[in-house]
């Protein structure tokens, strides 16, 4: 089983659904992390939480909402989806105090029609 | 804030050439530096990283970095690429204390032709 796992692993949605994400993992991190990646554009952090009480807006945050519901879960919400947030979406986790280096899931292909 | 900026976006090469991908970032102190891959269809997979001590660093599959600390570089070498090497690489940085939030380049995708 993967350590950091994602669903759903594809979804396709209109213009105004709301739409959730989840991610868990099983690797014991506190850091929880989700991107965005855009071809062309790499991946662009959406929000990271470093506990359970600690959260924190990204680079591209708005339109996105997300919940640390426990150690190992964090989700990301999609209050409104709109066509350009049409991408694939990675969660990912790091130890603490932490080193930066990143670990993945599957990922989860959102399409916003 | 830091940055990074990937050159190449899309890199071609015949099977057993040699690899060079650039890297290079912006941040006046202190970092960790990776190389993530992302084979077709998968999740990005890190491929080595940097903390410290040899700024030359050997990761899987024959990779290997170096990094130059005068330059702000840090890139991708393989002496001899081979076709399950298609795929793209992205370059990441991770500024020491504070919020210690990971900075990815905007990627490199690698096609190797038998």
């Known amino acids: 089983d993967a350590d950091v796992t994602q669903t759903p692993r594809n979804r396709i949605t209109k213009t105004g659904k709301r739409i959730m994400l989840e991610c868990s993992q099983t690797?014991?991190?506190?850091?929880m992390y989700w991107y965005r990646q855009d071809p062309g554009l790499g991946l662009r952090l959406i929000y990271y939480s470093f506990d359970v009480k600690d959260i924190n807006k990204g680079e591209i945050s708005d339109g996105y909402s997300v919940s640390r519901q426990a150690q190992a879960k964090f989700s990301l919400s999609l209050e409104s989806a709109i066509p350009n947030q049409t991408a694939l979406y990675f969660c990912?986790?790091?130890?603490?105090?932490?080193?930066?280096?990143?670990?993945f899931g599957e990922g989860s292909r959102l399409t916003v029609l | 804030a830091q940055s990074v900026s990937q050159h190449n976006h899309h890199v071609i090469l015949s099977e057993a050439a040699s690899l060079e991908l650039g890297c290079n970032y912006s941040y006046g102190g202190t970092v960790n530096l990776f190389w993530y891959v992302q084979y077709p269809g998968q999740h990005l997979q890190l491929l080595l990283k940097y903390f410290s001590g040899d700024p030359l660093v050997k990761g899987i599959k024959g990779f290997e970095a170096e990094f130059i600390k005068s330059k702000f570089s840090f890139n991708l070498r393989k002496p001899s690429v081979q076709w399950s090497d298609t795929a793209e690489y992205f370059c990441?940085?991770?500024?020491?204390?504070?919020?210690?939030?990971?900075?990815f380049g905007t990627g490199t995708k690698l096609q190797v032709i038998p």
């Open positions: 690797k014991g991190h506190d850091r």
């Open positions: 990441a940085v991770n500024a020491r204390g504070g919020y210690q939030k990971v900075t």
């Open positions: 990912a986790t790091s130890d603490s105090p932490g080193r930066g280096e990143l670990f």
